[in-house]
């Protein structure tokens, strides 16, 4: 039972235009919203996150879309850059306590290619 | 600085050993995770702990074993009863904020 999924293996770009990557999730409990960058052979970094109780947030060039109704959230990077090229996860989790985030449960990934 | 540290980044096992994989924190973060990566499937949740001296499975535990008798650590051992051990596996820890903290992995390899 795949509760977050990113149906897009792969999305390629030009510099300077807009990245789009797109998540979707099955459990309405989660509260937590995050994006991650990997790159081979690395650990995951974190990019942003948003709360359930929010529909944008903005991080310079990231910023993210929450659709509660829909069940889908989507991460714009606008301007893409090259060096934007790695593979994006995007991740859900429901929080434990006020001070204790939960686990993250993480879509397959989507690799970005930024083409100069 | 704090952060999460892996060792080795590079492990072979031979068939039917067992192997652990190390993972320190020094973050002061109660909870610690296990995940493996394989292509195109993500990262999917081994085992994760809450507190010291507990722990839960995560989605795919069949075959692996963890301890987490110290706050810092959380070592995972990949047993003989692991059909497919071959993976990247990475372990991430978070405290009072969602956002979970990576190490920068370790490639297991059977030979």
């Known amino acids: 039972d795949q509760q977050v999924k990113q149906n897009s293996p792969s999305l390629s770009v030009q510099e300077g235009r807009i990245s789009i990557l797109n998540c979707d999730y099955t459990n309405s409990m989660f509260d937590y919203f995050l994006w991650y960058k990997k790159y081979p052979a690395e650990g995951p970094t974190f990019l942003i996150s948003?709360?359930?109780?929010?529909d944008k947030n903005e991080d310079g060039r990231f910023t993210v879309f929450l659709n509660k109704s829909a069940k889908h959230l989507s991460l714009h990077i606008v301007p893409s850059q090259p060096g934007d090229s790695a593979v994006y996860f995007c991740a859900a989790s429901v929080r434990i306590s006020y001070n204790q985030g939960g686990k993250l449960i993480f879509g397959q990934g989507t690799e970005l290619s930024v083409k100069p | 600085d704090g952060g999460i540290t892996q060792s080795p980044k590079y492990l072979f096992r031979k068939e039917g050993q067992n192997v652990t994989l190390s993972c320190e924190q020094n973050?002061?973060?109660?909870?610690m995770y296990w995940y493996r990566q394989d292509p195109g499937q993500g990262l999917r949740l081994i085992y994760y702990s809450q507190i010291v001296n507990d722990f839960q499975k995560g989605d795919i535990a069949e075959g692996y074993s963890v301890s987490r008798e110290k706050k810092e650590s959380f070592p995972l051992t990949v047993t003989s009863a692991q059909k497919n051990p071959t993976a990247f596996y990475l372990c991430a820890s978070n405290g009072r904020r969602v956002e979970a903290f990576f190490g920068q992995g370790t490639r297991l390899t059977v030979v």
């Open positions: 973050l002061n973060h109660d909870a």
């Open positions: 948003i709360s359930s109780i929010k």
